[in-house]
T-cell receptor, first 107, second 110 residues
Framework: QKEVEQNSGPLSVPEGAIASLNCTYSDRVSQSFFWYRQYSGKSPELIMS????GDKEDGRFTAQLNKASQYVSLLIRDSQPSDSATYLCAVKEGLSFGAGTTVTVRA | KAGVTQTPRYLIKTRGQQVTLSCSPI?????VSWYQQTPGQGLQFLFE???????NKGNFPGRFSGRQFSNSRSEMNVSTLELGDSALYLCASSFQGEQYFGPGTRLTVT
């Protein structure tokens, strides 16, 4: 079992829709969780961090964490073509990354 | 604040050679992590340094090594290069787990 698993994608959504990204992890001791966005040919950039169970909202992004289920998700509301990228989930204090989910927002 | 810088940006080496990559973290960040990114394997953790000490290590062979200097700058070394070492090598400086990545060094081994 991989340490961090993300829904494989690619995920294609129409402009204005909600993109839902999921991530499960195996290491129960993880206390901090992060979502990164990586545009093609660029480095990952941090978009969200979450440490407590529940929801955390930042603009059009909402991260959800459920430590009991070992699950963290990212919702992108009102998706824009500029959101087209690969989204990486990171756990274990940011040292273990999932393979990423590629999102394409159709105009 | 200036971001994370990595040098060189591109490198072509021959099998069997060794290579040293450099990373300067964001000012004030004491933790530096290194990752290898390939299309097939994704982003894989190599090691993390904090205050000149290796704090965590990924599952890479001993050919991969690193160090951190007193000014938090870090270097990564790969000895006896193999074709499979061709990848993008990313350095990240972090603060409270939030990582800020440099532009990477694209290493090609021929």
């Amino acid at each position: 079992q991989k340490e961090v698993e993300q829904n494989s994608g690619p995920l294609s959504v129409p402009e204005g829709a909600i993109a839902s990204l999921n991530c499960t992890y195996s290491d129960r001791v993880s206390q901090s969780f992060f979502w990164y966005r990586q545009y093609s040919g660029k480095s990952p950039e941090l978009i969200m961090s979450i440490y407590s169970n529940g929801d955390k909202e930042d603009g059009r992004f909402t991260a959800q964490l459920n430590k009991a289920s070992q699950y963290v998700s990212l919702l992108i509301r009102d998706s824009q073509p500029s959101d087209s990228a690969t989204y990486l989930c990171a756990v274990k204090e940011g040292l273990s990354f999932g393979a990423g989910t590629t999102v394409t927002v159709r105009a | 604040k200036a971001g994370v810088t990595q040098t060189p940006r591109y490198l072509i080496k021959t099998r069997g050679q060794q290579v040293t990559l450099s990373c300067s973290p964001i000012s004030g960040h004491r933790s530096v992590s290194w990752y290898q990114q390939t299309p097939g394997q994704g982003l894989q953790f190599l090691f993390e340094y904090f205050s000149e000490t290796q704090r965590n290590k990924g599952n890479f062979p001993g050919r991969f090594s690193g160090r951190q200097f007193s000014n938090s700058r870090s270097e990564m070394n790969v000895s006896t290069l193999e074709l499979g070492d061709s990848a993008l090598y990313l350095c990240a400086s972090s603060f409270q787990g939030e990582q800020y990545f440099g532009p990477g060094t694209r290493l090609t081994v021929t």
